[in-house]
């Protein structure tokens, strides 16, 4: 494939081009992620979550000015909501990144979530492997920012950073509801403004909750201020320690291990939707169905059974060839 | 199933900060399904080129009211070009003197939007490729 | 203020008969009339009950507290305001010529425009210019230019007013220098540098600062007019753009008098005391087409200003709490199709600012919506503040549509909308921080948006765009700048680079830079020093910016 060997080498063009086949869901586009999966692998891939406004984009910017300083290509894709009415999206993180819109050794991208749950969009795994293959050294996936939905990123990412600001009243309440399981690194971001140092002192206190006993690996609180760069070179080296050490502990090989199996099972569930959409056209025959057990003719759990049953039986000879 | 969506880049070139239009065409647009790159004011040619590319877009729409439209639509289509991405559309809005129209589109601005645009007339030409 | 109880019951009887027998043959164009801000107008006011206690309150008197009425006792009885046409094009030479023209046309002050590079600090041969230089305002790279944009005319004859923000305190030390050369001093210098740099971040767009180093620079200005410029405006709080923006009649009066406010607390922060520089803060706010709304808007904005003065920060000298506003014509109103129109729209935008009490206007011209006017064009804008000012009779007595039940009515819906505004605006923690997190951005945006979406549907008519629209050939030969002048700008500054004494301008510079390090130092002197060496504005700026660091806009849709 053409297209494969543009992208490894890095084309921007050929990039983004795949980029989109993999979005829209082109025939092409599963023959292509996995022509590309033999040469992934490389990339450190960073997970950046946090509620809306918490400073995602901000850091990234800042990040970027770091990585490229020591000679790294960076890619990052950033993900923000599609409106369930239109289908339409503004993406407007790069926004905040556009100083390195003209260096070649950085690529961004946007993404429209596309209905997806979890904070990323579908196709994200997929883009992923796109920009790995193509060389980049780090790549950056910023969520959408709605706080406790981001769970996807984790299965996503090596290591997540979770973006928290002073003056959210709400914050300690997003740290109970299970927010603070999906960071790795905590970043208390706007340390210029009043009640950072209180949140600090809240943080430690819930993370010395997390996992209690079967968890080893320490999860570092980093301090920042993203519009002035302060901090910023603390949380590069947190980052960078951080990986050290689950690579040296096996959980980054466990983590990359995780996420190849969640991918499976994603391929797998769709694998099995789609064929059942084909063979026993699940969407057209909704309504019917739905009819039926309006009627109260049928009911949910038999109906389904039965048709399960008459797919694996008949339905596959009925339609295959 | 294919779903393929069409991607506009939304760019305010030059210095002027007037950037009504460009929001509220961003937004409009939203609302009729497509996606939406908005990258801000005082975006340089190259900036909104690259960006197009990385973005893979179909449309960019390069939105200015100070008057330097002659020097920067153009530019903005020569890039791009020189970067193997002349099918990526370019349309213009904002102040554009009628008599300014034809030498744009000369210089490949596939279409030109003035005051008093109606949305519809933006969304007839991205999905048919006709209009002004 | 309530109806009486028996005007109450009259008013419901000719509803009930009168009316109700009209409207059952006859119905009404609209189910429901709206303002020009989308605010509902009743069929008829009348009369409010009130007592002398309340109007001396809400109204007072002409030149007194709360200066409703009008900040002057004798209004334009006594001074009519002052014409003051914006203008500015190309390079300082064909500018001055504008500036002779319109002064020799009865003009009674001058109000320059710079272009966009000038605005945003960036020489004319820096590569962001390309394109800009000269097209929306003067070209300014160094004094040189200033020169000659003021030259043969009397500095301390005229009042100067500048639209400059982010570099406001660098292109008013260039004033200052002109008129050194000229032997005139500080003291005699009237005019006003806008200087107004939160409503950059909120409608204009031309920053460079972010907001804590730009609040230092525009206090440094205060402090250092209040000792060395008396008559010096200092600063021109702005409607004018939030407006433009798309903002309603009490958006623009809320935010602007709630950056006002910002701007009261910075100076009081930074050790002035309230009455050595309140009297020197000036506003300026946009005239719309819906005459009466807007006649209230001006009302209501002297009203609160005054309270907000008097009552919050404790000024005691009456011209600290008077509200003195400059008025531009809205240019937003204006429409590229049958531009004649246009003429009649400043007109009335033009009178509600007369009505309204303004203290100084610019009238735009009718070809604004295309390109830059002509000069007879802008004849006719003059001219229709003349007829206004000289045949319409409305100067003849003060605040002349006080009393009118629904200009009052309006006044007072207006001053309710805009305390809510600025409540929320504190309850945020101030304009700053307001800004930053999108807040006031969004309520514009949400304006627009709306005003937008009803033209498009035709529900808001705009004569000539979805109403009594016809074929025309648009006007052709269209006044523009040369595309040359970049290079003969450029080409002059690097021949003013050459002449100049190179080491003496690095030293003012660096002195510069040292002194923006240190929060306490004054910028100004350090500034003025490195316009006298012809240091460029890019130049100046680049030192500001290495040290300041630059503004980041924040978007919401
Ligand atoms: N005071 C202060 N403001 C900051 C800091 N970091 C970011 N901001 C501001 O916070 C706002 C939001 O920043 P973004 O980087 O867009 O935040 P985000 O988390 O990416 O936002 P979404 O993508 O919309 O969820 C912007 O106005 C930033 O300038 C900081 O360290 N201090
Ligand atoms: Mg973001």
């Known amino acids: ?33 996995d022509s590309l999966f033999p040469h992934t692998g490389r990339a450190l891939i960073l997970g950046v979550t946090g509620s809306p406004g918490a400073g995602k984009s901000t850091l990234v910017d800042r990040l970027i000015t770091l990585e490229r300083r020591s000679g790294h290509k960076v890619a990052v894709i950033a993900i923000d909501p599609s409106s369930p009415f239109s289908g339409g999206a503004v993406l407007g993180d790069r926004l905040r990144m556009q100083e390195h819109a003209t260096d ?59 973006v928290l600001m002073p003056g959210m009243g709400d914050e300690i309440q997003a740290m109970k509801a299970g927010v603070m399981e999906i960071g790795d690194i905590f970043i208390i971001n706007k340390k210029d403004m009043p009640g950072a140092d209180k949140l600090l002192m809240e943080v430690e206190y819930v993370l010395s909750f997390k996992n209690p006993g079967e968890d080893t690996v320490t999860n570092p609180i980093v301090m920042t201020s993203a519009t002035n760069g302060e901090g910023i070179g603390l949380l590069r080296e947190a980052i960078a320690a951080h990986r050290t050490e689950i690579a040296r502990s096996g959980k980054l090989e466990q983590k990359r291990r995780f996420r190849l199996e969640r991918e499976l099972m994603g391929v797998l569930n769709r694998k099995i939707h789609q064929l059942m959409d084909v063979h026993i056209e699940v969407s057209k025959q909704l309504p019917d169905w739905a009819d039926t057990l309006y009627r109260r003719k049928a009911c949910p759990y038999a109906l ?16 295959t060839n | 199933m294919p779903s393929k969506k069409t991607r506009i880049l939304i760019a305010k070139p030059g210095l002027d900060g007037h950037d009504r239009g460009a929001k509220f065409i961003a937004r409009t647009l939203r609302d009729e399904g497509y996606e939406v790159i908005y990258t801000g004011i005082r975006q340089t040619p190259e900036a909104i080129v690259q960006t197009a590319i990385q973005e893979d877009v179909d449309f960019v729409g390069l939105s200015l009211l100070s008057g330097a439209h002659n020097e920067l639509f153009p530019r903005v289509v020569d890039l791009l070009k020189e970067n193997g991405a002349e099918d990526i559309k370019v349309i213009g809005g904002g102040i554009i003197p009628e008599e300014d129209i034809p030498l744009l589109k000369e210089k490949g601005v596939q279409a030109v939007f003035g005051p008093g645009t109606s949305t519809e007339q933006i969304v007839e030409f991205i999905e048919h490729g006709s209009g002004r | 203020m309530p109806l009486p109880e028996e005007l109450k019951k009259q008013k419901k009887d000719w509803e009930e008969t009168t009316v109700r027998k009209v409207i059952s043959r006859y119905p ?91 605005q945003i600090g960036y020489d004319s041969d820096d590569p962001r210019a390309e394109g800009e230089v000269g097209k929306v305002g003067v070209v300014v790279d160094t004094l040189r230019d200033m020169e000659i944009l003021f030259d043969g005319i009397p500095l301390d004859k005229i009042s100067t007013s500048m639209t400059i923000n982010a570099p406001a305190a660098i292109l008013l030390a260039m004033y200052i220098a002109v008129a050194e050369k000229k032997g005139i001093g500080k003291d005699k210098l009237r005019g006003t540098i806008q200087n107004d740099i939160l409503k950059e971040y909120i409608a204009r767009g031309t920053y460079i600062f972010p907001p804590a180093p730009s609040m230092r620079l525009i206090t440094d200005v205060f402090a250092y007019c209040s000792r060395e410029v008396p008559q010096w405006n200092t600063i021109s709080i702005s409607g004018y753009h939030i407006r433009e923006a798309g903002s309603d009649a009490s958006q623009e009066v809320a935010f602007t008098l709630a950056n006002g406010i910002e ?112 000069e007879e064009s802008v004849r006719l804008a003059l001219r229709t503040q003349q007829v206004l000012a000289y045949e319409s009779g409305v100067t003849s007595t003060v605040d002349p549509l006080a009393g009118s039940y629904c200009v009052e009515a309006l006044t007072d819906r207006i001053e309710l909308e805009v305390w809510q505004y600025i409540d929320r605006i504190e309850a945020l923690g101030g304009m700053v921080p307001s800004i930053l997190k999108g807040y006031v951005q969004k309520q514009i945006q949400e304006a627009a948006f709306r005003t937008q979406k009803d033209i498009e549907k035709g529900e808001r008519v705009v004569v000539g765009i979805n109403k009594f629209q016809m074929e025309e050939k648009r006007p052709e030969n269209l006044l523009r700048v040369d595309p040359a002048i970049r290079q ?70």
């Open chain 1, 1 to 33: 494939m053409d297209l494969v060997d543009d992208i490894r080498r890095g084309e921007v063009r050929a990039i983004a081009r795949a980029i989109s086949l993999i979005e829209d869901l082109e025939p092409e586009a599963e023959l292509l992620a």
């Open chain 1, 104 to 162: 070649p050794g950085v690529f961004i991208r946007s993404m429209a979530s596309r209905g997806f749950l979890g904070g990323v969009a579908a196709a994200t795994g997929d883009v992923l492997k796109v920009l790995d293959a193509a060389g980049y050294d780090t790549i950056f996936i910023e969520t959408i920012g709605v706080g406790q939905t981001e769970v996807k990123i984790v299965e996503l990412s090596d290591i997540v950073l979770l």
């Open chain 1, 304 to 319: 389904i059974n039965k048709q399960i049953q008459n797919f694996l039986k008949e339905g596959r000879g009925d339609r």
């Open chain 3, 28 to 118: 009404e164009l609209k189910a429901e009339f709206v303002t020009g801000s989308d605010k509902p107008v009743e069929r008829l006011y009348l009369p409010e009950s009130f007592s002398v206690e309340e109007y001396l309150g809400k109204q007072g008197f002409p030149g007194r507290y709360p200066y409703t009425r009008g900040v002057q006792p004798t209004m334009y009885r006594g001074r009519l305001w002052t014409m003051r046409q914006y203008a500015g094009f190309g390079t300082a030479e064909e500018s001055n010529q504008r500036y002779r023209f319109l002064l020799e046309q009865g003009q009674t002050g001058l109000s320059v425009a710079f272009d966009l590079p000038t």
């Open chain 3, 263 to 374: 701007y009261v607390r910075a100076a009081l922060k930074a050790g002035l005391s309230v009455d050595d520089f309140a009297g020197r803060l000036s506003f300026f706010f946009n005239a719309h087409n819906d005459l009466l709304e807007e006649v209230a808007k001006f009302r209501a904005a002297r009203r609160i200003w005054a309270r907000i003065m008097k009552e919050r920060f404790n000024a005691t000298d009456p011209k600290s709490m008077m509200l003195r506003f400059h008025t531009q014509t809205g240019g937003s109103t204006l429409t590229a199709q049958q531009p004649d129109n246009n003429i009649v729209r400043v007109a009335i935008q033009a009178l509600a600012a007369v009505l309204g009490g303004t203290q100084s206007l610019h009238t735009n011209s009718r070809e604004e919506a295309l390109a830059l006017p002509a």
């Open chain 3, 488 to 557: 003969v700008q450029t080409d002059k500054l690097s021949q003013l680079k050459r002449s100049r004494n190179s080491s003496h301008v690095q030293d003012s510079l660096s002195a510069l830079r040292q002194g923006a390090k240190q929060d306490a130092v004054n910028l100004l002197p350090l500034i003025l020093e490195t316009v006298r060496e012809y240091a460029t504005l890019g130049e100046i700026c680049q030192v500001l910016r290495d040290e300041f660091g630059e503004h980041k806009e924040t978007i919401v849709l």
